[in-house]
C-alpha cells in the first residue's frame, strides 16, 4: 500500500525496488523526503532541485549523476536531523554566508549519529560541511570548493566539526574557505589523504584531544595544520609547502606526537614584514611535553621557532636542511636537543665524525647571543657580517662572558633521513 500511495502522490516517482524512489523534480523530492521511512533510498535523477531540503528519518540520499541541489542564497542546502543517513553523488550549491546561523551546503544537527557524506561536489560561500554535538561522522571523497573572492576570514569552513567524537575525513579535496577542516571541542578523529589548499589553515585543532592527522597534503595557504590548546595529537606524514606563516604550529598545545612530517618554502614575501612575521617551519608557542621527531624542515624562512614557554619538548633525529635560520628560540634556559645520544641533522654543521658513528664529535648551537641581538635589533642587520660582528662572534667562542643559553644538539647527526630523499 505504501509503495502505490507513494508512486501516486509524488507524480510518477518510480520505484526501482521496494523502499528505493527516483525523483525527477523538487515536488517530488521534497514529499519523498517527507513520507520517507527508516532505510529508503531515494534517488535522483540528472536535473536541478530547489533547497533547502531536510531530512528527518534515517535514508539515503543519491544520485544518478548531475543532480544539483541549489539553495537560493540564504539558509543551508540540505538539514539533517537524523541518525544513519546517507548523502552521496550530489552537486550542492549556492547556499548562504551567515556564520552565526551556521549556513552550510550540508547542516548535520545536534544528535544526528553516524552520517555518512561521500562523493559530492560542493560550491559556496558559508561552511560546506557543519556538524555538532553527535558522534561517529565519515566525511570522505567530497570536493568542497568556497569563495576567494572573500575575504579569508569571511569564508566558511570546508569542514567545520565542534563537539564531535569519532569522525573520519579523508579522500576530500578543498579549497578557497577559511579552514580546510576545523575541529573544536571534540576527540578521537582521524583525517587523513586530504588535498587542502587557497586557504587559512589546512587543518586547525582547537580544544580537541586524541586525535590523528596523517597524509595530509596542505599548500598555498597561511598555515599548514595548527595545533591550539589541544592534548594527544598524532600529526605524521603530512606534507605543507608553499605557505606564509607556519608549517607546523604547537599553541599550549601538549603530550602531542609530531613525526616524519615534510615541511617546505613556508616564506613569507612581504616586502612590509615586520620581526615575528617570517615563515616558521614549526613554531612551538607555550607548548610543552611533546615530542617532535623524525621531520623535514628544509627551505624556510626559520626551521623552527620557539617562544613564550616551549621549552619542555623533545627534540631530536630532525632535519634542518638550507633553512635562512635554522632555529630562533627566544626564551633564556639552555635546552638540549638530542635523545639516547642522538641529534638531529643541519646542514650548516661544519664537524667531523672521528670514530664513523654517524654523530658529530663536537655540539651544534644554531644561535649565538650575537644572533639575540639581531633579533632585538634587526635595524642593526647591516652589520651581521661586517669584521666587528666576526671578532665579537670570536670572542664569545672563547669567554663565556653571560650565562650560556639558547638550543645545543651535543650530538649533531651527519647523515640526512634517507625517509625524505625524495
Known amino acids: 500500500m505504501r509503495l502505490l500511495f507513494w ?18 523534480n523538487t515536488e517530488q523530492l521534497r514529499l519523498a523526503l517527507e513520507q520517507a521511512q527508516v532505510g529508503d533510498r531515494i534517488v535522483l535523477a540528472a536535473g536541478r532541485y530547489q533547497g533547502p531540503l531536510q531530512i528527518r528519518q534515517p535514508l539515503i540520499l543519491s544520485s544518478r549523476g548531475d543532480s544539483t541541489i541549489d539553495a537560493n542564497g540564504t539558509g543551508s542546502a540540505i538539514y539533517v536531523f537524523a541518525s544513519n543517513v546517507e548523502i552521496s553523488g550530489l552537486r550542492i550549491e549556492n547556499w548562504g554566508n551567515d556564520h552565526y ?6 547542516l548535520v544537527e545536534s544528535g544526528s549519529d553516524n552520517v555518512k557524506i561521500h562523493n559530492n561536489n560542493l560550491r559556496g560561500d558559508g561552511f560546506g560541511i557543519r556538524a555538532d554535538e553527535l558522534n561517529n561522522i565519515q566525511i570522505n571523497d567530497n570536493v568542497i570548493v568556497g569563495n576567494n573572492r572573500l575575504y579569508t576570514l569571511d569564508r566558511g569552513d570546508g569542514i567545520h566539526l565542534q563537539h564531535v567524537v569519532d569522525a ?9 574557505v577559511r579552514d580546510g577542516v576545523y575541529l573544536e571541542s571534540g576527540s578521537n578523529s582521524k583525517v587523513y589523504a586530504n588535498r587542502l589548499f587557497d586557504q587559512q589553515y ?3 585543532y582547537m580544544y580537541t584531544h586524541d586525535d590523528e592527522a596523517y597524509n595530509n597534503q596542505s599548500y598555498q595557504v597561511d598555515g599548514g595544520y595548527a595545533l591550539m590548546d589541544s592534548k594527544r595529537i598524532h600529526l605524521h606524514r603530512n606534507q605543507v609547502w608553499d605557505a606564509i606563516d607556519f608549517g607546523i604550529l604547537l599553541n599550549m598545545t601538549k603530550d602531542s606526537l609530531v613525526e616524519f612530517n615534510r615541511v617546505e618554502q613556508i616564506v613569507n614575501r612581504s616586502d ?3 620581526q615575528g612575521q617570517e615563515g616558521k617551519g614549526i613554531f612551538v608557542y607555550g607548548a ?27 627534540v631530536y633525529a630532525n632535519q634542518f636542511i638550507d633553512n635562512f635560520s635554522q ?6 634556559a639552555l635546552l638540549e636537543w638530542s635523545k639516547a645520544g642522538r641529534g638531529n641533522y643541519w646542514s650548516g654543521y661544519l664537524g667531523w665524525d672521528h670514530n664513523l658513528n654517524g654523530v658529530g664529535n663536537t655540539a651544534y648551537q644554531p644561535n ?15 652589520l651581521m657580517d661586517s669584521p666587528i660582528i666576526v671578532v665579537l662572534r670570536w670572542v664569545q667562542r672563547q669567554f663565556e662572558i653571560t650565562p650560556q643559553s639558547g638550543i645545543v644538539d651535543s650530538y649533531p647527526l651527519l647523515n640526512m633521513n634517507p625517509a625524505f630523499s625524495n
Open 168 to 176: 573520519e575525513i579523508w579522500g576530500n579535496t578543498i579549497s578557497q
Open 101 to 106: 546561523e551556521r549556513d552550510a551546503g550540508i
Open 7 to 24: 508512486a501516486f502522490a509524488v507524480g510518477y516517482g518510480t520505484f526501482c525496488h521496494a523502499g528505493s524512489l527516483s525523483v525527477s
Open 202 to 204: 589546512g587543518i586547525h
Open 368 to 382: 649565538d647571543n650575537i644572533d639575540k641581538l639581531f633579533w632585538l635589533y634587526p635595524e642593526a642587520n647591516f
Open 288 to 314: 610543552r611535553d611533546n615530542t617532535i621527531i623524525n621531520n623535514h624542515f628544509a627551505y624556510n624562512d626559520i626551521g623552527f621557532y620557539m617562544a613564550m614557554g616551549g621549552e619542555g619538548n623533545q
Open 327 to 332: 632555529v630562533k628560540y627566544v626564551g633564556d
Open 272 to 274: 612590509s614584514q615586520v
